[in-house]
C-alpha cells in the first residue's frame, strides 16, 4: 500500500476501465455457473481461464500469497475467500470478488449472488447491501470526502439493524491493487481524505446480517463473521474525471446472464 494517493490521468483512467470491462464479463461468466452441486475450486478456474483467454492476468493471484485468482466468500465468509472442493447447495450466497491486472492498471469489482432458492433475509441483505454501494456512489464526488461515502453506506444499512464491517475498507486503486485512500463503510461525513480530480477509488461494502464482529480463519485469508450470520459484499469502481464522476464498472453482463435488470 503506497501511502500518498496516485492521481490518474482520463487516459490511465482509459486503461483502467478496460481492465475492468475484462473483471465485468468474468464476473459474468463465472455466474453462468453459479450453481447446486459446483465446487468453489471450479468457480476459479472458469474465472481463471476467462481472464486469461482475453489478455489479463488474474491480480489476486500471487498477492501477498493469495492463492486463487477469485475471493469466493460464501455465507458467513465476508471477503477472502479461497476457493475450495467446497459445493455450492441451495439456499447459499456468494460473493464473488475478481482483480485483472492489464495494461498496467488494474480492475477489481464484486458482486453476491444467490445459488438457487434463498430465503427472504437473505434476499433483503443482498438487496440492501447493493443499495448501499449506490448509496455510497450517490455522494462520492469531487469536494467530498470519503467519510461521506462511508457515513452513506452506514447510515442506510443500520437502519435495517445489519453491521458494518470496520476491519476492512474500499481503496484507491491503479498501478497497484491497493493504494491509498481507504474508503472505509462508516463515518462521518468531512471524515477522511477530500475527493479529488484524479483518483480513482473501490467502494465496497461488507455487510452483515447479525453483529459486525469478524474472525479470520487459521487459512489467514478468510473472514468470517464471529456470529456465523451471513454477510454480503458488493464492490464498484469509481473514477473522478476531468468531466465528473464515472463509474467504470458495470454488473450489465452480470445481469444479463441473470436475466435482471441493474441500475449499472
Ligand atoms: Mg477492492
Ligand atoms: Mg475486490
Not at 22 to 28: I, M, P, R, W
Not at 123 to 136: D, P, W
Request: hydrophobic fraction near 35%; aromatic fraction near 8%.
Amino acid at each position: 500500500m503506497f501511502n500518498r494517493i496516485r492521481f490518474k490521468s482520463d487516459e490511465d483512467i482509459e486503461l483502467i476501465k478496460r481492465s475492468s470491462l475484462l473483471v465485468g464479463k468474468t464476473l459474468a461468466e463465472v455466474a453462468k455457473h453459479i450453481l447446486p452441486g459446483v465446487p468453489l475450486k471450479f468457480l476459479d478456474k472458469i474465472g481463471e481461464e476467462f481472464i486469461r483467454d482475453h489478455g489479463g492476468t488474474p491480480s489476486f493471484k500471487g498477492y501477498e500469497g493469495f492463492p486463487s485468482a477469485l475471493c469466493l466468500s460464501l455465507n458467513d465468509v465476508v471477503v477472502h475467500g479461497i476457493p475450495n472442493m467446497t459445493v455450492l447447495e441451495d439456499g447459499d450466497i456468494l460473493s464473488v470478488d475478481c482483480g485483472v491486472y492489464m495494461n498496467g492498471y488494474h480492475g477489481d469489482y464484486a458482486y453476491t449472488f444467490a445459488v438457487g432458492n434463498i430465503s427472504e433475509d437473505k434476499r433483503l441483505l443482498i438487496e440492501r447491501t447493493k443499495n448501499s454501494l449506490y448509496k455510497g456512489i450517490d455522494v462520492a464526488k469531487v469536494g467530498n470526502t470519503t467519510g461521506h461515502i462511508g457515513a452513506a453506506v452506514q447510515n442506510y444499512v443500520e437502519q435495517f439493524g445489519y453491521g458494518v464491517v470496520r476491519e476492512l475498507c474500499g481503496h484507491g486503486i491503479g498501478k497497484e491493487l491497493h493504494e491509498k485512500p481507504d474508503v472505509c463503510n462508516y463515518g462521518r461525513p468531512g471524515d477522511g481524505p477530500r475527493l479529488q480530480t484524479g483518483m480513482v477509488i473501490c467502494i465496497e461494502p461488507m455487510i452483515t446480517m447479525g453483529k459486525r464482529k469478524i474472525t479470520c480463519d487459521h487459512d489467514g485469508w478468510t473472514m468470517r463473521t464471529a456470529d456465523h450470520k451471513p454477510a454480503a459484499h458488493f464492490e464498484h469502481q469509481v473514477a473522478f474525471t476531468t468531466h465528473g464522476t464515472e463509474i467504470l464498472s458495470t454488473y450489465k453482463y452480470i445481469a444479463e446472464v441473470l436475466g435482471s435488470e441493474e441500475k449499472y
